[in-house]
Nanobody, 126 residues
Framework: QVQLVESGGGLVQAGGSLRLSCAAS????????MGWFRQAPGKEREFVSAIYWSGGITYYADSVKGRFTIFRDIAKNTVYLQMNRLKAEDTAVYYC???????????????????WGRGTLVTVSS
C-alpha cells in the first residue's frame, strides 16, 4: 500500500521560504505522477504543482509559477516543494498525492489522484 507523509509546514512571514517534503513508500514509483495540492480555509482544494517521477517533467499552477519549485530525490523516495517569496494567500493545508500513471498536464487539469497524504499546514503571516 502506498503511503505519503508530508512534513515541513509551519508559520512563516510573508516573503519567507519553506520546503515541504513528501516521503513516499509502498512500491516503486516509476511512472507515477506526484503532485502537491492545497486547500485554504473555506475554499476548494486546488492544484499547486506536479512532477513525473521517472523523467522529472514538472508543471505549476500560474499562482505559484516562478516562486515554487517541485523536485524529487529518487534515492530517498521523497518529493519536495520549495516555496519562496511566500504570500498570505499561500496559507493552506498542503497535500501530497500520487497517481499511478498519466501526465503532469493531466493532473493539473483535475485528473484524479490515487493516493493522498494527510497534509501539512502552512501559515503565512502578512
Amino acid at each position: 500500500q502506498v503511503q505519503l507523509v508530508e512534513s515541513g509546514g509551519g508559520l512563516v512571514q510573508a516573503g519567507g521560504s519553506l520546503r515541504l517534503s513528501c516521503a513516499a513508500s509502498g512500491r516503486p514509483f516509476s511512472g507515477y505522477v506526484m503532485g502537491w495540492f492545497r486547500q485554504a480555509p473555506g475554499k476548494e482544494r486546488e492544484f499547486v504543482s506536479a512532477i513525473y517521477w521517472s523523467g522529472g517533467i514538472t508543471y505549476y499552477a500560474d499562482s505559484v509559477k516562478g516562486r515554487f519549485t517541485i523536485f524529487r530525490d529518487i534515492a530517498k523516495n521523497t518529493v519536495y516543494l520549495q516555496m519562496n517569496r511566500l504570500k498570505a494567500e499561500d496559507t493552506a493545508v498542503y497535500y501530497c498525492a500520487a497517481r499511478t500513471d498519466g501526465t503532469t498536464w493531466f493532473v493539473a487539469r483535475g485528473g484524479p489522484m490515487d493516493y493522498w497524504g494527510r497534509g501539512t499546514l502552512v501559515t503565512v503571516s502578512s
